[in-house]
Nanobody, 126 residues
């Protein structure tokens, strides 16, 4: 059974940086496309970034492009999300998700991911 565990959330000020990590167990990271999503109170869960299983291609939401960087360490079965120049609008619970069978057109849609972590809170104060 594949399990995902996020870490690295916290309370920061606008302009600060945070590094979120997602450790995957029960499976080999190379087989999985891993995405990060976020959900603010009372709002839907939104795509943030993803890294594809084959080739490690990366995808970003327009709202985070140029500020967030997704990367993976296959040896450590870990996917990281480096978040720079944080804004109050980035405040949300951040989830990592994984799936072994995603096609490119499905990467930004949460419904297509089979495995999810428990989430980590990120709060950015102004």
């Amino acid at each position: 059974q594949v399990q995902l565990v996020e870490s690295g959330g916290g309370l920061v000020q606008a302009g600060d940086s945070l590094l979120l990590s997602c450790v995957i167990s029960g499976g080999t990271l190379r087989r999985y496309t891993v995405g990060w999503f976020r959900q603010a109170p009372g709002k839907e869960r939104l795509f943030v970034a993803a890294i594809k299983s084959n080739g490690g291609y990366t995808y970003y939401a327009d709202s985070v492009k140029g500020r967030f960087t997704i990367s993976r360490d296959i040896a450590k079965n870990t996917v990281n999300l480096q978040m720079d120049s944080l804004k109050p609008d980035d405040t949300a619970v951040y989830y990592c998700a994984a799936d072994a069978h995603l096609i490119q057109s499905s990467i930004r849609q949460s419904v297509h991911y089979d495995y999810w972590g428990q989430g980590t809170q990120v709060t950015v104060s102004s």
